[in-house]
């Protein structure tokens, strides 16, 4: 967090914090969304609880933003009464690990909205890597794993990247990010 100003440090931790609070809500309607559609079916539901990672960096636009930021949702997540307790935690380790490897992909130069899709992918892939070793592959039947790995490719490059891109040019526009990266830069993350 070398080169982080104050107010980036703290627009981070409350956007993650926020986010936290709405993964925890979010995370109250898996189970009975897993009645309504299944388990797998369920999974639509997946790029709500990546959105701080492309959020936070595509404002902040520095190194370890997403990563930090998606750890930090995920502890709130788990502090505030996440039925998925630890493994919430843990899982957004590997998410926001996804999340940030995309930025790190670029060098941190770009922040528009098929990169913040991108990254919504990289984390997809951080929470099928956990699902993995955390259940072992004899959990999965092949069927299983491609359509929840499916779903959550598609739901994290959705609802976690493009829904993050349409905050971010939405907050541009109004003009309060004006003292942030994606603010200074006067163009859309479109």
Same mark, same amino acid.
């Given at each position: 967090?070398?080169?982080?100003?104050?107010?980036?440090?703290?627009?981070?931790?409350? !956007?993650?914090?926020? $986010?936290?609070?709405?993964?925890?809500?979010?995370?109250? !309607?898996?189970?009975?969304?897993?009645?309504?559609?299944?388990?797998?079916?369920? /999974?639509?539901?997946?790029?709500?609880?990546?959105?701080?990672?492309?959020?936070?960096?595509?404002?902040?636009?520095?190194?370890?933003?997403? !990563?930090?930021?998606?750890?930090?949702?995920?502890?709130?997540?788990?502090?505030?009464?996440?039925?998925?307790? !630890?493994?919430?935690?843990?899982?957004?380790? $590997?998410?926001?690990?996804?999340?940030?490897?995309?930025?790190?992909?670029?060098?941190?130069?770009?922040?528009?909205?098929?990169?913040?899709?991108?990254?919504?992918?990289?984390?997809?892939?951080?929470?099928?890597?956990?699902?993995?070793?955390?259940?072992?592959?004899?959990?999965?039947?092949?069927?299983?794993?491609?359509?929840?790995?499916?779903?959550?490719?598609?739901?994290?490059?959705?609802?976690?990247?493009?829904?993050?891109?349409?905050?971010?040019?939405?907050?541009?526009?109004?003009?309060?990010? /004006?003292?942030?990266?994606?603010?200074?830069?006067?163009?859309?993350?479109?």
């Amino acid at each position: 967090m070398q080169n982080w100003k104050m107010k980036e440090i703290m627009v981070m931790m409350m !956007l993650a914090v926020a $986010c936290g609070v709405i993964y925890l809500g979010w995370s109250t !309607l898996w189970l009975p969304m897993s009645a309504i559609f299944g388990p797998v079916g369920a /999974n639509w539901m997946f790029g709500i609880w990546i959105i701080a990672s492309p959020l936070v960096a595509a404002i902040i636009q520095k190194p370890g933003a997403a !990563l930090i930021a998606e750890i930090v949702a995920a502890a709130v997540e788990l502090f505030t009464g996440s039925h998925f307790g !630890l493994s919430a935690l843990l899982i957004g380790v $590997c998410q926001g690990l996804g999340a940030e490897l995309v930025f790190a992909m670029t060098r941190y130069r770009r922040y528009d909205t098929w990169t913040l899709m991108l990254s919504g992918v990289g984390a997809a892939i951080g929470s099928i890597v956990y699902s993995l070793i955390a259940n072992g592959f004899g959990y999965y039947t092949t069927t299983t794993l491609l359509a929840t790995t499916g779903l959550q490719l598609i739901s994290g490059a959705l609802l976690g990247g493009l829904l993050a891109a349409i905050l971010v040019r939405r907050l541009v526009a109004t003009g309060v990010l /004006n003292g942030f990266a994606a603010g200074r830069a006067k163009r859309e993350v479109a």
